[in-house]
């Protein structure tokens, strides 16, 4: 009889072990599943997230990695919801993302600014300039120190919404100059630097593809931050995103590029004025001279 027990509690435990039970380990199936923007036990699939496909639209599903923002707190009116840190932007591009994107505003919150962003790396041009055309690698941001003083940008860094744990860019020594630009692009070799802007290759610890800048379509964003996570700069852009302010649209074969520079809302780049229809103007201003 106590034999006969021993067998029973232990084909017990076999089943509890091999069992979820409302609260154990899920399956390898369910471990597997993995959700853009969340680490998941690993790495992005390939087939699904391969940024070298940049032609293939994605879905809601793939864009929305996270909760929306908190609508939980009562309505005031308008005030929790601060819609512009740039007042001359009103496109909501520039939106108080201390409150929208969960991060606290940065005293340079409104003096370094995201002037143009390129999400169609397959715009023709080479935008690097290095000879590969590449659609992750010639994705770029142009950022423009708006203020009177220099900001040194030592540890600040580029995170965007679908890899949020793993910066897009870290910038090392560098000091931004009071009106000058500093461009970072999705990969490949960055050109010397020039009158007007510094050039950077994103520098993101991807494991296996490359994401570069990971600017996906048809809505993400992407926040510049400083060492305490504090919010700098924030440019977004996609209604599927569930905040209502991004109201721009990624434009396809060409930047999206403040006009006026600096000061300006974003436009399609061949619209701007002074473009002379040209696609991007990379660390230049619209009319191709120099910061």
């Known amino acids: 009889m106590r034999r006969l027990f021993s067998i029973a509690s232990a084909l017990g435990l076999l089943t ?13 199936a369910a471990q597997d599943a993995w959700q853009p923007g969340s680490d998941g036990g690993g790495q992005p699939d390939a087939s699904a997230t391969d940024r070298r496909d940049a032609g293939a639209a994605v879905d809601a599903n793939g864009v929305d990695a996270g909760p929306g923002p908190d609508r939980s707190a009562p309505d005031d009116g308008g ?8 007042a001359g932007a009103g496109d909501g591009s520039d939106i108080d993302a201390g409150l929208q994107f969960g991060h606290a505003p940065s005293p340079l919150l409104g003096q370094v600014v995201f002037n143009e962003v390129l999400v169609d790396g397959t715009t023709e041009g080479d935008p690097n300039g290095d000879g590969d055309a590449d659609p992750v690698e010639d994705q770029f941001v142009e950022i423009v120190n ?30 931004l100059a009071a009106g000058k630009a500093a461009v970072v692009f999705g990969g490949g070799d960055a050109p010397a630097a ?43 852009y996609g ?23 600096v000061s300006g809302g974003f436009v399609p780049h061949t619209g701007a004025t002074g473009s002379g229809g040209a696609a991007f103007s990379v660390g230049t201003r619209v009319d191709g001279t120099w910061f």
């Not at 005030?79 to 740039?86: G, S």
């Not at 290759?201 to 926040?223: C, H, K, M, R």
């Open 79 to 86: 005030t929790a919801d601060a819609i512009a840190a740039d």
């Open 16 to 28: 509890l072990a091999g069992c979820d039970c409302g609260g154990g380990t899920p399956d390898a």
């Open 239 to 261: 209604d599927a995103l569930p905040i209502a302010e991004c109201a721009l649209t990624a434009a396809a074969d060409q930047s999206l590029t403040r006009s006026p520079d």
């Open 146 to 175: 708006a203020g009177t003083a220099a900001v040194a940008l030592d540890g600040f860094t580029l995170v965007d919404r679908n890899l949020a744990a793993l910066p897009r860019h870290t910038f090392g020594s560098f000091t």
């Open 194 to 236: 020039t009158a007007g802007a510094t050039f950077f290759a994103a520098n993101a610890e991807d494991q296996g593809i490359p994401f570069g800048l990971n600017l996906v379509t048809p809505a993400s964003y992407l926040l510049l931050l400083d060492p305490d996570q504090r919010l700098v700069a924030a440019f977004c």
